[in-house]
C-alpha cells in the first residue's frame, strides 16, 4: 500500500476508535501511595485547637475555616467564618477553588476528625496543597476551648497559662465562661507554611 | 506520569525552552523536507497545481489532534492543562482576511519563512522584514486598535462544544473531511498540470 | 531535475507527531509571529524605553525581570532556522535565490513578498496566531477562535486567487 493509502486508512481507523470510545473524565491521583504513607505518618496536617482558636481570636487574614459536615448540621452551628463543603460533594467544580489554592490555610473540621481527615485524604491525593484537620473536630472544641476544664493545684504551669488562654478564648468566640480578653499574645503559635502555589497557571501559549 | 510535563512541573520550567528549541528543529526539518521553503509549491493550493499545504496541514492537524485524544483517554496528558486558543470573534475573521492577502500575495506564512531564509531565499527574507513592519505598525496603532481587538471575547470554547458533540465524535468528522480533502488535493493535481519548479 | 521532496502525507504525520510532542512537554503548540513581536518589543524597548513603557502594547512584555526574548517562540523559531537549514543541506538544495515564477520579474517577486509580509504581520496580531499556531495549533485542540481564523485566511486566499495568478501561474 502507497504511504498515503496507510495513513488515510490510518486515520479513518483510529477516528473511528476515539469517536466510539467514552472520554475519559477521571480526575486522576497526582501522589503516589508511599507519599501518602509518609505524609500522614508524620501527622503535619494536624492543627490543634489552641492554634485555630489563636488564629481566630487575632484575625488572621489567611485562615479559612471548612465544615464538611452535611449542610443542616453546618445550619445548627459553625464556626465563624467557615464555609460548608460537605464530604459528599467535595470533588465538585464548585469548590475546586476553595479547596486548591496557594494563598489560605484551609483548615477542615466535622463533629469528630474521621470525616475531616477522609476529606483531607482525598484532597492531598489530588495534590491539594495547604489543607489542613483540625485535631479532634467540634467535639474538642467544645471541650476544651469553649468550657476549659480548670487545672488542679497540681498542674503545670503550663497548663495555668492553657487554661488562661483558653478562658480567654473561649469568651472571644462565645463560650461560657467569659473573662475579659487579654489578648493571648504569649501562646507561641507555630503557623504553618502556606505553600504558595504559582496558582496552576492557566497555560500559556499562543502568537 | 502525566502530560503536558512542564506546567506541571514535572519537568523544571528551564528545560522549555530547550524543548521550544528541539521542536523548533523538528518543524522546520520537516517543513523543509515537504518543500514548504518554496513560495511557489505554496501558492499551488490555491491554483490546485500543487496541494502539498493541504495534505501536510490537515494530515498534521489531524494527527496531533488524534494524538491529544488518544493520550488523554490513556491518562497521559492533562487536556485541561493545554493551551487552547482564545476567541475573540471579530478580530479573528479580520485577523484573518488580512492574512490570507498577505498569503496570496506573499506565498509564506512566518513559520514557513523562516524554514526558506534557512535554504537561502531572499523573497523569503523580504516577507519576513514585511512581517515586521506590519508588526511593529500594528504595535504602534494599538491604542486606536485596542477595543476592536479586545472584542467579541468569547472565552477559550472548543469546535465540539460549539456543536454539542463529544471530541472523540467531533475528531472522527474532522477526520472524514481531511480525507475528502486529501481526495480533492489528488484529484486538483491531476487536472492542473505541475510545471517544473 | 526533479526536486526529491518527503510525500506530503508522511510529513503532514510527522507535522502533527512533533506538534503532540510540543503538547505533551510543554502544554502548548507551535507559533511564529509571536517570536517576531518578542523581537520587535526587545528592540523598541532598547531603543525607546520610554515609549515603550507607555505603550499599552510593550508594556504588556517588558517590566521587572521580564525579558521578551526568553519566550518559546523564539527559541522555537530558531530550532526552525536550524531545521529547515539542516534539511536543505542534506537535500541540496542551499541556494542563496529570489524564487519566482518565470513569468514575472524577481523584482516583482520581491515587492509582492514585502507587502505579502506588511499584511501578514499585522493580521497575525489582530487574529492572534499565524497559520501555524491559530490554524495548525489551533484546529488539533479544536479551538473555535483558531478554526475561524484558519478558514477566513485559507477562504481570502482562495477568493483573492484570480487577482493574483500572474504571479503564480
Given amino acids: 500500500m502507497s504511504i498515503k493509502n496507510v495513513v488515510m486508512l490510518g486515520f479513518f481507523l483510529f477516528g473511528l476508535v476515539i469517536a466510539m470510545v467514552p472520554e475519559n473524565t477521571t480526575k486522576p491521583y497526582k501522589l503516589t501511595a508511599e507519599d501518602m504513607l509518609v505524609e500522614v505518618q508524620s501527622a503535619a496536617e494536624m492543627v490543634n485547637a489552641d492554634e485555630v482558636a489563636h488564629w481566630i481570636i487575632s484575625k488572621d487574614p489567611t485562615l479559612q475555616l471548612v465544615d464538611v459536615r452535611t449542610p443542616d448540621k453546618f445550619q445548627k452551628y459553625h464556626l465563624e467564618g467557615a464555609v460548608n463543603v460537605p464530604l459528599s460533594v467535595i470533588l465538585s467544580d464548585e469548590y475546586r477553588d476553595i479547596l486548591d489554592q496557594g494563598v489560605k490555610m484551609n483548615v477542615l473540621y466535622s463533629n469528630g476528625t474521621m470525616n475531616s481527615h477522609q476529606a483531607w485524604m482525598i484532597l492531598r491525593q489530588l495534590g491539594f496543597k495547604n489543607n489542613y484537620v483540625l485535631q479532634g473536630g467540634l467535639n474538642y472544641w467544645f471541650e476544651t476551648i469553649m468550657n476549659p476544664e480548670a487545672p488542679s493545684i497540681y498542674s503545670s504551669d503550663e497548663e495555668f497559662a492553657r487554661y488562661d488562654f483558653r478562658k480567654a478564648a473561649s469568651g472571644a468566640l462565645g463560650g461560657g465562661g467569659a473573662v475579659t480578653l487579654t489578648a493571648p499574645a504569649k501562646t507561641e503559635v507555630d503557623k504553618p507554611k502556606i505553600i504558595r502555589t504559582k496558582k496552576k497557571k492557566a497555560p500559556a501559549g499562543g502568537c | 506520569m502525566m502530560g503536558p510535563l512542564v506546567p506541571q512541573e514535572i519537568i523544571g520550567a528551564d528545560w522549555n525552552l530547550f524543548i521550544a528549541f528541539v521542536v523548533g528543529i523538528g518543524f522546520g526539518f520537516i517543513l523543509e523536507q515537504a518543500g514548504f521553503s518554496s513560495s511557489r509549491k505554496l501558492a499551488g493550493v490555491f491554483y490546485g497545481y500543487d496541494t502539498v499545504v493541504l495534505k501536510v496541514f490537515f494530515g498534521g492537524a489531524v494527527t496531533a489532534m488524534l494524538g491529544l485524544l488518544f493520550f488523554s483517554l490513556f491518562g497521559w496528558i492533562d487536556l485541561e492543562l493545554v493551551y487552547i486558543n482564545p476567541t475573540y470573534l471579530w478580530p479573528a475573521i479580520v485577523g484573518g482576511i488580512i492574512m490570507g492577502v498577505g498569503f496570496i500575495a506573499g506565498g509564506f506564512c512566518p513559520g514557513v519563512s523562516i524554514s526558506a531564509i534557512a535554504i537561502g531565499k531572499i523573497d523569503g527574507i523580504v516577507f519576513l522584514a514585511g512581517i515586521f513592519i506590519g508588526i511593529f505598525g500594528f504595535a504602534e496603532a494599538y491604542p486606536l486598535l485596542e477595543d476592536f481587538y479586545m472584542s467579541g471575547d468569547m472565552g477559550s470554547p472548543k469546535l465540539n462544544e460549539m456543536l454539542g458533540l463529544s471530541g472523540g465524535f467531533f475528531g472522527f468528522l474532522v477526520i472524514i473531511a481531511a480525507l475528502i480533502m486529501f481526495w480533492l488535493g489528488d484529484l486538483a493535481e491531476k487536472k492542473f498540470p505541475r510545471k517544473e519548479y | ?169
Fill in chain 3, 1 to 169: 531535475m526533479k526536486t526529491k521532496y518527503m510525500n506530503p502525507y508522511l510529513a503532514g504525520v510527522l507535522l502533527g507527531l512533533v506538534l503532540l510532542m510540543a503538547f505533551f512537554f510543554s502544554g502548548r503548540g507551535l507559533g511564529a509571529s509571536g517570536a517576531v513581536k518578542s523581537t520587535i518589543v526587545s528592540i523598541v524597548s532598547t531603543v525607546a524605553p520610554e515609549h515603550a513603557a507607555n505603550s499599552p502594547f510593550y508594556s504588556k512584555y517588558i517590566g521587572e525581570g521580564k525579558s521578551p526574548m526568553k519566550s518559546w517562540l523564539v527559541f522555537e523559531i530558531l530550532g526552525v532556522l536550524v531545521g529547515g537549514f539542516l534539511s536543505g543541506a542534506l537535500a541540496g538544495r542551499l541556494k542563496l535565490k529570489i524564487e519566482h515564477f518565470p513569468g514575472i520579474s524577481a523584482n516583482r517577486r520581491l515587492v509582492f513578498a514585502l507587502i505579502g509580509g506588511l499584511f501578514f504581520g499585522f493580521g497575525s496580531q489582530l487574529g492572534r496566531g499565524c497559520a501555524s499556531g491559530a490554524a495548525l495549533t489551533g484546529m488539533s485542540v479544536l479551538s473555535l477562535g483558531g478554526f475561524i481564523t484558519m478558514a477566513t485566511m485559507f477562504g481570502t486566499a482562495f477568493v483573492l486567487a484570480y487577482f493574483f495568478r500572474k504571479n503564480w501561474i
